[in-house]
Nanobody, 122 residues
Framework: QVQLVESGGGLVQAGGSLRLSCAAS????????MAWFRQPPGKEREFVAR????????NYADSVKGRFTISRDNAENTAYLQMGVLKPEDTAVYYC???????????????WGQGTQVTVSS
């Protein structure tokens, strides 16, 4: 079973940047596609970005395209989400997720982190 631990969240002003990290416990990290989802206050969890096992493919929600970058380091068993030009509407709890399938659907992911809060002030 894969355990995922997110870090890097916090409070940032609009226009600022943050980098989230997702450390995985499993040495077979490279067997999993990774994704980031977020849940804004009072809203449903939504897809943010995904990356395939070997980093060959990435995909982003329209709302973050051009501002966020997903990446991974299979040697370090870690995935990242570099977030730039942050907006107040990016405020949410951010979750990383892992699954062998390369999916943008939350229900497809078997393994989840505990979440990290990102708050963007205006």
């Amino acid at each position: 079973q894969v355990q995922l631990v997110e870090s890097g969240g916090g409070l940032v002003q609009a226009g600022g940047s943050l980098r989230l990290s997702c450390a995985a416990s499993d040495r077979t990290f490279s067997n999993y596609a990774m994704a980031w989802f977020r849940q804004p206050p009072g809203k449903e969890r939504e897809f943010v970005a995904r990356i395939s096992r070997s980093s060959q493919f990435t995909n982003y929600a329209d709302s973050v395209k051009g501002r966020f970058t997903i990446s991974r380091d299979n040697a370090e068993n870690t995935a990242y989400l570099q977030m730039g030009v942050l907006k107040p509407e990016d405020t949410a709890v951010y979750y990383c997720a892992a699954d062998p399938s390369y999916s943008a659907v939350a229900a497809s992911y078997h393994y989840w982190g505990q979440g990290t809060q990102v708050t963007v002030s205006s």
